[in-house]
């Protein structure tokens, strides 16, 4: 071999030794919080009692044009699909397909595990209300007031949660989409460590305002390193009271497939208001 050739063959070398450091560095980053994740779908809590135009801005609005993002309907007030179905509920959910931005999900309160009107038959029966009430329209259901144990106590909701989460991808086909609102960073993965069946495809791991005290602040929110172990999809993220698109640059440096960035922070539950559509 020439001098020449070893001198080439070095600087090949140590070109491979570089790439190989460059793409180690670029895994690292992909797995740490500073990486941006596009963020074109949502996960909209539209609670507005049917308002058609709140509906239409959210429906015709929302990102995923491929028909990827989800709008929380919540019929009955507070927590429930209501005693029956409603006319005006089913006139906004239908339109809102012709979009084809977003899928409508229906609002279940859970209570954290506590039982009684939201024992599991309780809930069950909430479920299969939504599907009847507007058949066809319902492409999953977003369960609120989930914790990790019941609260006071040390007992696990793990079994709970995922009985709740097969009833709906067992009895439903292709409409089953689950979604388990923490609203903040679970102690374990044990809702998406189980069979597929018995897990949530979306977990909301943030829900409070952007940046008011008291109020779970986003700002003061740190994103659990276990999550970025599984895709960003699997996780959620809900703002609300941002005054400006500040909130959006933020979250897309976080390991998040979803997010709903609100302009105001009503009441508890928060009510729909205008959503930063850039998000």
């Not at 599907?131 to 079994?159: L, M």
């Not at 979306?202 to 895709?231: D, K, L, M």
């Amino acid at each position: 071999m020439t001098r020449r050739s070893k001198q080439s063959c070095g600087i090949a070398g140590t070109l491979f030794l570089a790439a190989l450091g460059a793409l180690a560095i670029a895994e690292w980053w992909a797995n740490s919080a500073g990486t941006a994740t596009p963020h074109r779908d949502q996960l909209i809590p539209l609670y507005d009692n049917a308002n058609p135009a709140d509906w239409q801005t959210a429906c015709s609005q929302s990102n995923g044009a491929r028909g990827g993002s989800y709008i929380i309907a919540n019929a009955f007030p507070g927590d429930r699909p209501g005693p029956g179905p409603v006319q005006a509920w089913s006139n906004v959910i239908k339109h809102c397909y012709q979009y084809r931005r977003a899928s409508v999900i229906g609002y279940v309160w859970t209570n954290y595990g506590r039982g009684g009107s939201t024992s599991i038959p309780g809930i069950e029966q909430q479920i299969r209300a939504w599907y009847s009430y507007y058949p066809g329209e319902i492409a999953g259901i977003f369960f609120d007031g989930v914790s990790d144990t019941a609260p006071s106590t040390t007992t696990s909701n793990k079994a709970f949660y995922q009985t709740l989460a097969s009833y709906v991808h067992t009895h439903e086909g292709d409409n089953n989409k689950v979604v388990f609102n923490l609203g903040n960073n679970p102690g374990s993965n044990w809702m998406l460590a189980s069979s597929s069946v018995r897990n949530a495809d979306i977990v909301v791991t943030f829900e409070g305002s952007y940046n008011t005290p008291g109020s779970n602040p986003y700002t003061a929110w740190t994103q659990a390193r276990w999550e970025y172990a599984y895709p960003a999809t699997d996780f959620a993220a809900i703002v609300y009271n941002a005054p400006d698109a500040t909130a959006c640059t933020s979250l897309a440096h976080q390991h998040l497939g979803y997010v709903y960035v609100g302009t105001k922070y009503d009441t508890l539950p928060p009510f729909w208001h205008t959503f930063l559509s850039a998000c």
